[in-house]
């Protein structure tokens, strides 16, 4: 799974963090076409059945707050007129190459998404064990995100061509994060946090404008100076410690500096070689770690509670995320310090000579 989409869905702001009305999670199977064309929500459809046999049909659907992702499969070939909701976008991204789809007679090619606003009816022709991944988003969610985080004046022109060519690799990318989500949020323990929804909904958003979504934007990265840039990058850093108690999203620091998406991530890694996310998981992990290791002079804390304290709740994610940087657990880290404390006291009684070369021996 794409890193930035793992970080989105483990992310909580607090640990009693409440979980959206918004959220759904459906699976729908249908043996009847009628049936399969009321079952994506917010939708008016019409499928008509082309090829002869007994029809299947199925629908996992995840419902965010200003966004809905699904993936549709349909056993035959369809004629299918669609509407999506008027205050919505609509991204069709097929997944297997059985035969051709079309939107309004264009071809949906294989390295190919169809994009269809919610206001206008189209048609959609699909072959036989047609699978498709679709993104529906709402109109002022799209426009907000592409404003504050993009800083790019979106319009309806933007996506008036139908199909968007956007290559097999990243075509794929985009198939196998979306595919991710669906699988995570169907095998989650709760439904997802208020937190992890924006930041799923960022992050989908960040991949469309990233490999679909044409741009112009006055925030151009290579203008900024070396200077600058550091800057930004020093600014940014501060602001996560300043709120070390829970995980910061790219949106919120685009908000925050006012800068856009693409300049940030050049700033971080024309400055520090790595993605902001990157750099501020490690900042956050830097921070639990010198606090285990602060365990002798302080009152020890299950790692549980330190790791809380810098924002991790998802623990599971947290250890592998600790490990794969530092090499150990931090249970582990939590043991040596108590270890050495342990062995320090213990020599407490002897004379100053000899307790300087026990902790010159313990430092190396």
């Known amino acids: 799974m794409d890193m930035l989409m793992a970080s989105a869905l483990t992310a909580d702001a607090n640990a009693a963090s409440p979980h959206v009305d918004a959220f ?18 917010g939708w008016r459809q019409t499928y008509d059945q082309l090829t002869p046999g007994a029809f299947i049909g199925s629908v996992d659907e995840l419902c965010l707050n200003a966004m ?22 609509w991204f069709g991204i097929p997944l297997q190459d059985n035969g051709p789809g079309r939107i309004d007679g264009k071809l949906i090619a294989g390295d190919a998404l169809a994009v269809m606003r919610g206001r206008d009816q189209f048609e959609l022709l699909t072959s ?29 022109a933007m ?27 169907q095998t989650a323990p709760r439904p997802l946090s208020a937190v992890a929804v924006r930041n799923v909904q960022a992050c989908v958003l960040a991949i469309l404008f990233d490999l679909g979504i044409p741009r112009q934007t006055a925030d151009l990265p290579e203008r900024r100076s070396k200077p600058d840039r550091s800057w930004i990058v020093m600014q940014v850093r501060d602001y996560v410690l300043a709120h070390r108690d829970r995980p910061i999203a790219v949106p919120e620091l685009c908000r925050q500096f006012h800068v856009s998406r693409r300049t940030l991530q050049y700033c971080f890694e024309e400055t520090l070689g790595m993605t902001p996310m990157s750099y501020l998981r490690a900042i956050r992990l830097n921070g639990v770690r ?26 599971s994610q947290f250890a592998s995320d600790y490990r794969k940087l530092f090499g150990k657990r ?28 026990t902790t010159i ?3 190396h």
Request: proline share 3%.
């Open 68 to 89: 809905t992702v699904f993936c549709e499969t349909t056993s035959h070939a369809l004629r299918q007129t669609c509407e999506v909701g008027s205050d919505a976008y």
């Open 128 to 156: 036989g064990g047609y699978r498709i991944l679709g993104a529906v988003v709402e109109d002022a969610e799209l426009r907000r995100y592409a404003a504050e985080v993009e800083q790019v004046e979106f319009s309806d």
């Open 290 to 315: 010198r606090d285990l290791a602060a365990a002798p002079t302080t009152l020890p804390r299950p790692v549980q509670d330190v790791a809380s304290a810098w924002g991790f709740w998802h623990l």
């Open 330 to 357: 931090p249970s582990e880290s939590l043991r040596e310090a108590l270890g050495y404390s342990t062995e320090y006291n213990s020599v407490k009684g002897c004379a100053g000579s000899a307790r300087v070369r």
């Open 24 to 41: 759904c999670l459906n699976t729908r199977v249908a043996y009847d076409t009628d049936e399969q064309a009321g079952n994506l929500s």
């Open 159 to 185: 996506l008036s061509c139908q199909v968007l060519g956007l290559g097999k690799t990243n075509k794929s990318r985009l198939c196998e994060t979306l595919s991710a989500l669906l699988r995570q949020a």
């Open 361 to 363: 021996s313990l430092s």
